[in-house]
């Protein structure tokens, strides 16, 4: 074995575990790698981002669009305090990632060096492992085990400190074989005791969620819930796991969603949640199943076992790999109750005539827009965003077909969506990418357009702009009717801030506007700024400021 530096041992052990890109911010504490990845240009690239936050949201929706860990390289100190909200925003929502972070020179520890922060304490809330790789020897080894973490279990991210001198220095060591990603099934005991619950249930429902479905998990729910005409629901933003067009889908649980669906499932008899842990924003605060024991029963099935009966107490606890669960319902199940066909039929009818809505506020009709949308865009369109009320319209009013076809994230972090526009571009260069923005949410990571003309990529991003921050102006109404503070916003012309970036800006003022720019966007090689100047009455779906009486309900 020749001997390497450190930054080329961490770079190929990279690469070994199928790391062909990293987005970041680049700093002098990781030179050694920048020049290590320079030398194998042709095997992985390094995407050059405009902040931290929004190179780590790259990360984190590069992992979701593709199935592979994210991976996202940034400098100590402030560098990494901008990425955390990245490794928030991964770990609510069980994403695999790795952070690398250059650190201060071993020797100057404990002095509150420049820049230097204890990453242990820091980051260690908001990931499954953090550690400092001390000697370039072990680099490989703790590589392997990072990607192992990420993967294994419920999905999440690591953070890995690499001191600027370990970096440097020369070491032998030997490549290992890439981790190992474990996929468990579930008992045969188990899928007997699901059988046996589902033929006693007379409302049953399942509720989808989870970042790691594959193609064959997918299909397979899919033919066993039309086999046996099961309603299904999607979690909280995890409305890609499941064709929303399908005859069993019933719609996407979390805010917004419609009383129809909300009402079946508090009337529900047996939930089969199958990947989603049922967080908060997919039952409402626990309104829709009450914690600790909900009044249903649950059959709950997770890849993690210390996320069974955290919060809530199943009837049955599954541990096993979401996608070889569906497998195996699928190939042993069949319960013939006649009654769940009629029911399946009516709430995916229900969920249909949600999608139809009348006038909207303001001078732009968002309706008709997501009317044109879903009957335009293909189902591997990939579509983003971020937080605020703007996103009910892609959350609520987008039929996704496709799987990995929503990049949004759980955590209802903003700044989210054009980071995430920017990866999935990279990744399926060919797909269409559609990004929805807020304008304060637009405004929060609206820099990294910069890098998206950088690398020649052409997502369309459309900023719904309404002139405030929509979800706490309406908050604020619901507590303090007409008493506005904090919330209004001045913004830039965004179709300008775009051109300056060298790609295409548009305005939008009336609803007639939409589709000719629309279409336009769609055969450009460059990418593309819509701005929707809907007014400010407009707060989402049927939702508006004039309305007050949804607010003082």
Not at 228 to 250: K, L, S, W
Not at 399 to 414: D, F, K
Not at 480 to 504: C, M, Q, W
């Amino acid at each position: 074995m020749d001997k390497r530096t450190g930054g080329q041992i961490l770079i190929d052990a990279l690469i070994n575990n199928g790391t062909d890109t990293i987005f970041g911010v680049p700093g002098e504490s990781y030179l050694e790698a920048l020049d290590a990845i320079y030398e194998r240009q042709n095997n992985i690239r390094f995407i050059t981002c405009r902040q931290e936050g929004g190179a780590a949201y790259m990360a984190e929706a590069w992992a979701n669009a593709t199935g592979k860990p994210g991976l996202c390289f940034v400098t100590r100190g402030p560098g990494v305090t901008n990425a955390s909200v990245g490794l928030h925003t991964a770990f609510q929502g069980s994403t695999p990632m790795l952070l690398l972070i250059g650190q201060i020179p071993r020797h100057q520890m404990e002095r509150e060096a420049f820049q230097e922060i204890d990453y242990r304490q820091m980051l260690g809330p908001v990931t499954k492992w953090v550690a400092q790789i001390d000697s370039a020897e072990r680099i490989p080894e703790f590589i392997n085990r990072a990607f192992a973490i990420a993967m294994n279990g419920r999905p999440g991210p690591v953070a890995l400190a690499l001191p600027e001198d370990m970096l440097l220095e020369y070491a032998k060591t030997e490549d290992l074989p890439p981790a190992i990603a474990v996929k468990t099934m579930p008992a045969k005991s188990d899928v007997a005791k699901v059988k046996e619950m589902l033929g006693k249930a007379k409302r049953p429902l399942i509720v989808l969620g989870g970042s790691n479905w594959d193609e064959t998990g997918r299909n397979a729910i899919q033919e066993f819930a039309e086999r046996n005409q099961i309603p299904v629901a999607a979690g909280f933003r995890r409305q890609d796991t499941f064709d929303n067009t399908h005859q069993c889908y019933i719609g996407n649980l979390g805010f917004g969603s419609f009383p129809q669906l909300l009402d079946y499932v508090v009337s529900s008899d047996l939930i089969i949640a199958i990947g989603s842990r049922m967080a908060d924003a997919t039952v409402r605060k626990y309104t829709l199943v009450e914690a600790p024991k909900p009044k249903q029963k649950l059959i709950h099935v997770l890849s993690a076992p210390e996320e069974l009966g955290r919060v809530l107490t199943p009837d049955i606890a599954i541990c096993c790999d979401t996608n070889r669960f569906a497998v195996a319902i699928n190939e042993n199940i069949t319960v013939d109750n006649p009654v769940w066909a009629q029911l399946t039929f009516n709430l995916s009818k229900q969920h249909s005539s949600s999608l139809v809505l009348g006038p909207q506020a303001g001078p732009v009709d968002m309706g008709k827009v997501m009317e044109y949308l879903r009957e335009k865009l293909p189902a591997n369109a990939i579509i983003t965003n971020g937080a605020g009320n703007y996103a009910d319209w892609p959350n609520k009013m987008f039929t996704y077909r496709g799987a990995r076809t929503t990049l949004a994230p759980v955590s209802g972090a903003m700044g989210y969506s054009v980071p995430a526009a920017a990866a999935a571009k990279l990744a399926f260069p060919d797909c269409i990418v559609l990004s929805f923005a807020g304008d304060g949410d637009f405004l929060m990571n609206g820099q990294e357009i910069a890098t998206i003309a950088q690398y020649g990529v052409n997502p369309i991003i459309l900023v719904i702009n309404n002139g405030s921050y929509g979800t706490i102006r309406m908050h604020q109404e619901k507590r303090h009717p007409e008493r506005v503070s904090g919330t209004d916003l001045k913004n830039p012309d965004f179709a300008a801030y775009a051109r300056s970036f060298g790609i295409n800006g548009h305005i939008v003022e009336h609803t007639d506007q939409f589709v000719s720019i629309f279409e336009t966007a769609l055969k450009s090689n460059i990418a593309t700024l819509i701005e929707i100047r809907v007014g400010p009455d407009s707060f989402g779906p049927d939702t508006s400021i004039s309305g007050l009486d949804f607010n003082r309900a």
